[in-house]
């Protein structure tokens, strides 16, 4: 009935909640290796600019060798954020599908709903900066 309906949203809702909290730790763990990478790409592309400058092609060619293995942990974290629109793309949709008619009687899982739509908002805007970022997706 009724009573069971209203669990069953509220339980949909806190499961939404927590499915939005991994997505943002893996959101966090993309920004982390961006600038992981970003970093050691800039400190490396310079080293190895020097070593070819100066004529250490060995030193030159490991170099590029990790220069390239870099790049492409970059590429990963890229694919992390392709997963993480995924997912929200997702949960937006049962917000707006399943869930987007909530009974004005049920209170709490119209706070419930409010609060996702805005941690859903917050996370996008996380990911869309993420990929404005400086050579964050190179």
């Known amino acids: 009935?009724?009573?069971?309906?209203?669990?069953?949203?509220?339980?949909?809702?806190?499961?939404?909640?927590?499915?939005?909290?991994?997505?943002?730790?893996?959101?966090?763990?993309?920004?982390?290796?961006?600038?992981?990478?970003?970093?050691k790409l800039d400190s490396m592309r310079s080293e190895l600019q020097e070593a070819k400058d100066?004529?250490?092609?060995?030193?030159?060619?490991?170099?590029?060798?990790?220069?390239?293995?870099?790049?492409?942990?970059?590429g990963e974290a890229t694919r992390g954020l392709h997963g993480a629109d995924a997912e929200m793309d997702r949960v937006g949709a049962v917000l707006a599908g399943e869930l987007g008619n909530m009974p004005p009687e049920d209170e709490e899982a119209q706070r419930q709903h409010a609060e996702l739509t805005v941690q859903l908002q917050r996370l996008r805007d996380t990911r869309a900066a993420l990929t404005d970022a400086p050579d964050s997706t190179q």
Do not use: N, P, Y
């Not at 927590?18 to 943002?24: F, I, N, R």
């Not at 490991?62 to 870099?70: E, G, H, N, Q, R």
């Open 1 to 39: 009935g009724a009573r069971e309906a209203e669990e069953a949203r509220r339980e949909l809702l806190s499961l939404l909640g927590g499915h939005l909290e991994a997505v943002g730790d893996g959101l966090d763990l993309v920004r982390r290796r961006f600038a992981f990478c970003r970093s």
């Open 54 to 74: 100066i004529g250490l092609t060995d030193l030159a060619a490991d170099l590029a060798s990790a220069v390239a293995k870099f790049e492409d942990m970059q």
